[in-house]
């Protein structure tokens, strides 16, 4: 069974930083892909980043040249840089691991931004 921990949310000011950490224990197969989406009050939960282990990376446009996604394939965590924060940002944050047709979830860590 996959389990996965997120750390380093929090609240930080409009156009500060944070970064967000998962870590993934558990099976791991050669292919999977991991990310990190994120859920509003009274929205839908939405994709943020995603990363595959071969390398390939898909960000929501609203996020586009402000966050960055990274992974350690070996260590099987990622990483979501987040910079030029604002208000719309605040939201929990989840991470997702998707393999072998499976997704498994974090609890989440809840991310706030102050204007």
């Known amino acids: 069974q996959v389990q996965l921990v997120e750390s380093g949310g929090g609240l930080v000011q409009a156009g500060g930083s944070l970064r967000l950490s998962c870590a993934a224990s558990g099976p791991v197969f050669s292919f999977n892909v991991m990310g990190w989406y994120r859920q509003a009050p009274g929205k839908e939960r939405e994709l943020v980043a995603t990363?595959?282990?071969?390398?390939?990376?898909d960000y929501a446009d609203s996020v586009k040249g402000r966050f960055t996604i990274s992974r350690d394939n070996a260590k099987n965590t990622v990483a979501l840089q987040m910079n030029s924060l604002k208000p719309e940002d605040t939201a929990v944050y989840y991470c997702k691991e998707v393999q072998s047709g499976l997704a498994y979830w974090g609890h989440g860590t809840q991310v706030t931004v102050s204007s």
């Open positions: 990363m595959t282990s071969g390398g390939m990376v």
